[in-house]
């Protein structure tokens, strides 16, 4: 049974940080392309970033670019998103999700499994 645990949202002001985290139950994490999506109320889910198994590439929508970050720790199975200088636009339920497929993904139709969401609010 995979499963996908996402932490770390919150209400937070306009231009503060939050980290997010996603707790992996897969057997061999370190061989799963991870990706974040978002999706903000009344709107379709977005792709927020992807990060390949290695760590060594990653790819980000331009509307997160330069302020969140994506990161990976393979021992304990994690996956992170430092979110700095968040605007109100970021409000959005936020999901991690993995794929076997080689390389930086982001179409939500490429992702095999998908954590439950964890709320992130921006107040102005």
């Known amino acids: 049974q995979v499963q996908l645990v996402e932490s770390g949202g919150g209400l937070v002001q306009a231009g503060g940080s939050l980290r997010l985290s996603c707790a992996a139950s897969l057997r061999t994490f370190s061989m799963y392309t991870m990706g974040w999506f978002r999706q903000p109320p009344g709107k379709e889910r977005e792709f927020v970033s992807s990060?390949?198994?290695?760590?060594?590439?990653?790819l980000y929508a331009d509307s997160v670019k330069g302020r969140f970050t994506i990161s990976r720790d393979n021992a304990k199975n994690t996956l992170f998103l430092q979110m700095n200088s968040l605007k109100p636009e970021d409000t959005a339920v936020y999901y991690c999700?993995?794929?076997?497929?080689?390389?930086?993904?982001?179409?939500?139709?490429?992702?095999?499994?998908w954590g439950q969401g964890t709320q992130v609010t921006v107040s102005s």
């Open positions: 990060i390949t198994w290695t760590g060594s590439s990653t």
């Open positions: 999700a993995a794929t076997r497929e080689y390389g930086t993904r982001s179409s939500p139709r490429d992702y095999n499994y």
